[in-house]
């Protein structure tokens, strides 16, 4: 009797031992988070919280957004914006070293960057007209910021649509590098040919997503002196 209870002693002493040791733990949380992220694939979503069609996910490319405009609408949107397009379309006609200069404030918003930008293309304009007879040189200082408009609000590009239209131009491109070399060098092409136009449609795509940097937007609070008081006679 006395070696049985020993032994049933030794026993209960040993399964003790397994439940608390943390080895065992560790291997059973293994096995949960291996069945919950089992369970979460058959459901259709991650560990995370996200669906598995979801593109960071899987890794597919994210969608770009559209232009707020097209290259040749002129005279931009009837909307909220309106007064803006035609001021723009106006610049773009008349004084296009104002607009790229415009432009570029907005983009850059560092303290000189308008006349740097400016007199930088209005002499490229002069000289260009001046031994050429049009406008040819400029576009190669100014095409740049198309290729930074398109990045930081992730626009799709000229080569993108056109593959997207007729699907003859992707087989060409194997990583996301070469396809930004085309972006860049289509942007490139569309200042040189339409360089009025893309001047134009930046400038209307820019107003509505960046506010002009020497515009306040800070909340101002007004305080009002009391009113008079008069003693009421009884």
Same mark, same amino acid.
């Given at each position: 009797?006395?070696?049985?209870?020993?032994?049933?002693?030794?026993?209960?002493?040993e399964e003790e031992h397994e439940e608390s040791s943390p080895l065992l733990q560790v291997n059973e949380s293994k096995i949960?988070?291996?069945g919950d992220t089992k369970a979460a694939e058959e459901h259709g979503w991650t560990a995370d919280g996200l669906p598995v069609s979801h593109g960071s996910v899987i890794g597919?490319?994210? !969608?770009? #957004?559209?232009?707020s405009s097209d290259l040749f609408s002129c005279l931009g949107r009837n909307d909220d914006?309106?007064?803006s397009d035609l001021e723009v379309c106006l610049l773009g006609s008349v004084a296009p070293c104002v607009l790229y200069g415009s432009n570029a404030e907005r983009l850059g918003s560092a303290p000189g960057t308008f006349s740097n930008h400016c007199l930088t293309y209005l002499?490229?304009?002069?000289v260009g007209n001046?031994?050429? !007879?049009? #406008?040819c040189l400029a576009p190669w200082f100014s095409y740049s910021s198309r290729s930074a408009i398109r990045r930081r609000f992730n626009l799709e590009g000229s080569f993108e649509a056109m593959n997207r239209s007729c699907g003859c131009c992707g087989g060409c491109i194997e990583d996301e590098m070469q396809r930004e070399h085309m972006e860049t060098t289509c942007d490139f092409v569309t200042h040189v040919l339409c360089h009025t136009c893309?001047?134009?449609q930046e400038g209307r795509e820019i107003r509505r997503k960046v506010l002009h940097p020497g515009f306040n937007a800070q909340s101002t609070v007004v305080v009002l002196p009391p009113s008079e008081q008069t003693m009421g006679r009884k």
């Open positions: 009797m006395a070696g049985e209870d020993s032994r049933e002693e030794a026993q209960r002493r949960c988070s291996k597919e490319p994210i !969608g770009r #957004n559209q232009w914006f309106c007064s002499g490229l304009y002069f001046s031994l050429f !007879g049009w #406008n893309a001047l134009c």
